[in-house]
């Protein structure tokens, strides 16, 4: 399956300050990748589909100007945290789908903390 | 209610045991299924899909039943390294894309 790689691994912020995570596919060139955010003890919420040279898709209930997507070549997606606060602290994956139907990869995630 | 629904557990069970993990899914539009592996603080895991005629992959036996929107897996001989939460996942088309929708997990602890 593909290979995806996540940075950086966990960051802690101040409050009112930005965070950006990078995602990459290494070997495989993702025209959508997904970014997901998971609380603890909670499931993965899909928060945005990533699209190459467009913009992304939201999901309901997800700012679109405080989580900016950029998914500006094939083996890059970023997302940035705007103006951080302690509730934004959480766990950051992204995902790609070699096929878009069967076995998702994921990146190694981001823990986030903001203080 | 939740688009899919797991028992949170967690499961306690002996090295040895079969552990059997449920999952409901309320969107009949639902396309594909899949259980994955979650260990602490990391990222999912793919451990198989699941299909109608079900599929076995060593000691782990997915099932889907479409007619009950149900999804089941069944781990044999338990070992200690099965120990992690199991979630139970399924993927449907909307909004011109393949969406991923995950329960919330069960979690597993195999103890010696």
């Known amino acids: 399956g593909a290979v995806v790689s996540q940075h950086p691994s966990w960051v802690i912020c101040k409050s009112g300050t930005s965070v950006k995570i990078e995602c990459r596919s290494l070997?495989?060139?993702?025209?959508?990748m997904f970014w997901y955010r998971q609380f603890p003890k909670q499931s993965l919420m899909l928060m945005a589909t990533s699209n190459e040279g467009s913009k992304a898709t939201y999901e309901q209930g997800v700012e679109k100007d405080k989580f900016l997507i950029n998914h500006a070549s094939l083996t890059l997606s970023t997302l940035t945290v705007t103006s951080a606060h302690p509730e934004d602290s959480s766990f950051y994956i992204c995902?790609?789908?070699?096929?878009?139907?069967?076995?998702?990869?994921f990146g190694s995630g981001t823990r986030l903390t903001v203080v | 209610r939740k688009e899919v629904e797991q028992d949170p557990g967690p499961f306690n069970v002996p090295e040895g045991a079969t552990v059997a993990f449920n999952c409901t899914y309320s969107n009949s539009a639902s396309q594909s299924f899949f259980w994955y592996r979650q260990d602490c603080r990391k990222e999912p895991k793919l451990l198989m899909s699941?299909?109608?005629s079900g599929n076995e992959d060593g000691r782990f036996t997915a099932q889907l039943n479409r007619a009950s929107q149900y999804i089941s897996l069944l781990i044999r001989d338990s070992k200690l390294s099965d120990s992690a939460t199991y979630l139970c996942v399924v993927n449907r088309f909307s909004g011109g894309y393949n969406k991923l929708i995950f329960g919330a997990g069960t979690r597993l602890a195999v103890h010696p």
């Open positions: 070997d495989f060139q993702a025209t959508t």
């Open positions: 699941v299909y109608s």
């Open positions: 995902s790609v789908s070699e096929t878009g139907d069967y076995g998702y990869t």
